[in-house]
């Protein structure tokens, strides 16, 4: 164990080749890696085992917290991030550090503050370059071991390739590296590699992981990736990849887009998800039935769907990529419940909370449709809309019999006026609790959810948040969700409606999605042409993917910040609340290098300095 720590510190010490200091010691111990690496280490298959998992729990760190860039879109707030610190290590979540407890996790503004993410990105490559390189040196020596090495190569390319395609989602093109760096000189001079160039190198190492990687794993190896992770990232780097080839990325200025490269991308991305879903036995969790749900203002029986996102369902058969965290006394624990749960679950803070206008998303388990707006009244005589029956008024968003037959997702996912939650204190369970927008704490002799003010729009969210006691705060062992197969189900849709138009085989996905939340099944309507069913895959991603981190990357490639918040130049949108009143305005006379900076990042100041060879993007220049 000892050496292995020792190797895990050298090899971290290796990871931040963009660090902002120039100095060889700083960068690695030559030394000691050279000892480890020829006297030490890398002699057994159980070396390399261990440093793949080394590779894994470092790689971890720049995906685990992905809920942060949910912010960045229109359905979730992140006021906060106090789970995170700029002590800058992978396991305090260093990588989403953007300079302040606020973070960078607004809908603008925030394209110039993820140098963090850049450096532990590349970090992330070097841990992968280390096992690749290692590895493929061990080949000669162990003949017998061939068939399990190459799978470990196979393992650290995938890896290799998931970050690579985060670099690329984020900053376009990007300095590409395939070898170990031992020193700053192997770094200092190399350029931004051309996007599509990079897109190649991500896909070859897909193709050696789909062909060295077993198709399953012990339900205790559920963090080692498959080949039906290699096919799924393959086919998510495609649709991306048709994405900008369709919409264009104009802030991208070395890019030109090519309309006959994205009709290829997109059939090449339904090949690869109908291999995911057709070829090895993966099943939606709990065969994707909706479950039992409880009453309006009871929570001891939910939907399947919340059961999805506690770590008592980690060995679930619909993640395919996920990073596991170790739980209490690990070190390694995730911080989910201190981000997201209230007060009264283990002292938790509300740093993300949902937008109001998540809940209208929420559609009818009757007509599978999209019901009324709610009305938004207020119980409080100082607001505008003050209504004394507020609480009672059909559709109000403030009457709890509103939300009666929706969507079986929204009970899973979010709290409303009269909705409970159980309370945790001291690791013991102490009963459910109701939650009130604006009471909070001991109110005529009922205790409410506390810490109301983490939320501004009148919604709390129950998803990822635990309803068993055991735990602290920040002593979560949940399964990460990187790519899960509902998303695969949905990604197969958006690229076989892009390639295809809509199709039976699609739209029966799209219903097994919605079936989890014991919605029907589309109505004609709803594909009638590629335009509309569109709009009903993106519904689905809104709902079944809220909270993982996937609607900023969306909207991006979709090309839709103008759509959602205003054009430029123009009076912007207020998020608003359950009360009705205008909260916080995004976008608000906001000229068009404002959003250009929220489709593409900044390149490092501190990278941009030591390197001359590298170009800054167009929006920041």
């Known amino acids: 164990m000892k050496k292995i720590n020792k190797f895990l510190v050298f090899i971290f010490a290796g990871s931040l080749l963009l660090s902002t200091s120039a100095c060889v010691k700083d960068l690695l111990d030559q030394q000691a890696t050279t000892e480890l690496d020829n006297n030490a280490y890398w002699q057994t298959e159980a070396d390399a085992m261990g440093g793949a998992m080394a590779m894994y729990n470092n ?35 260093g990588a989403y550090w953007t300079g302040s407890t606020s973070g960078h996790y607004y809908p603008e503004g925030y394209g110039s503050s993820f140098d963090n993410m850049f450096r532990f990105l590349y970090g992330g490559v070097n841990r992968a370059n280390y096992v690749i390189d290692n590895v493929t040196n061990m080949l000669p020596r162990l003949p017998a071991s061939k068939e399990n090495l190459e799978g470990i190569i196979g393992e650290a390319r995938l890896m290799r390739a998931l970050v690579y395609f985060r670099l690329i989602t984020m900053w376009g093109d990007v300095p590409y590296i395939d070898k170990i760096v031992v020193s700053n000189d192997d770094v200092i001079s190399i350029p931004r590699t051309p996007i599509e160039e990079v897109k190649n190198h991500i896909l070859a190492d897909l193709d050696y992981a789909f062909e060295k990687l077993p198709a399953t794993r012990p339900a205790d190896q559920k963090e080692r990736v498959t080949k039906a992770a290699a096919l799924a990232l393959r086919g998510k780097v495609n649709l991306y990849w048709g994405s900008w080839n369709k919409n264009g990325w104009p802030e991208l200025d070395t890019f030109t887009p090519d309309a006959a490269k994205a009709d290829q991308a997109f059939r090449d991305a339904t090949e690869d998800f109908g291999k995911v879903i057709n070829d090895y036995g993966l099943t939606l969790f709990r065969g994707g039935a909706p479950g039992e749900i409880d009453d309006l203002g009871k929570a001891e029986t939910l939907p399947n769907y919340f059961h999805l ?8 058969n619909e993640t395919i990529i996920g990073f596991t965290h170790g739980g209490p006394g690990s070190g390694v624990s995730d911080k989910l419940m201190r981000d997201i749960g209230p007060r009264e679950t283990e002292s938790s803070e509300v740093n993300v909370s949902p937008n109001y206008w998540l809940a209208d998303r929420y559609q009818s388990t009757t007509t599978g449709d999209f019901l009324p707006p709610m009305e938004q009244l207020s119980d409080r005589t100082q607001d505008a809309k003050y209504a004394p029956d507020a609480a009672t008024r059909p559709n109000s968003a403030l009457n709890p019999q509103t939300y009666l037959g929706r969507d079986y997702r929204m009970k899973s996912t979010i709290l409303w006026n009269g909705e409970v939650i159980q309370r945790l204190a001291g690791l013991q369970a102490e009963g459910l609790i109701p939650y009130h927008h604006g009471i909070q704490g001991v109110n005529n002799g009922v205790r409410y959810i506390d810490y109301n003010s983490g939320t501004n729009s009148g919604y709390l969210f129950r998803k990822f948040v635990r309803n068993y006691a055991g735990q602290g705060r920040e002593e979560g062992n949940m399964t990460w969700p990187v790519i899960r197969l509902a998303d695969v189900y949905l990604m197969f849709a958006e690229a076989s409606n892009e390639a295809f138009g809509p199709t039976p085989e699609a739209v029966s996905l799209v219903d097994k999605v919605r079936a989890r939340g014991n ?5 004609p309507e709803k594909y009638a042409n590629r335009e509309v069913f569109f709009d009903a895959i993106e519904q689905e991603r809104i709902v079944e993917l809220v909270l993982e981190g996937h609607r900023a990357f969306d909207i991006r490639r979709w090309r839709k910040i103008e759509e959602i ?3 430029p ?9 359950t009360w009705g009143n205008n909260v916080t305005a995004y976008f608000q006379n906001k000229n068009e290098r404002a959003y250009q900076q929220c489709y593409i990042f900044k390149i490092p100041q501190s990278e941009m300095d030591r390197n001359p060879n590298l170009r800054q993007n167009a929006p920041y220049l």
């Open 59 to 93: 790689i971890k760190n720049v995906f685990h917290k992905d809920y942060f860039f949910d912010g960045h879109g229109d359905y979730v707030r992140v006021r906060a991030v106090s789970s995170i610190s700029s002590l800058g290590t992978p396991s305090n979540g």
């Open 309 to 316: 996102f506690l770590p008592t369902s980690n060995a679930n």
């Open 519 to 523: 919605l029907p099944g589309l109505k």
């Open 565 to 567: 918040w205003g054009p």
């Open 569 to 577: 130049n123009g009076p912007g949108k207020f998020t608003t609340n």
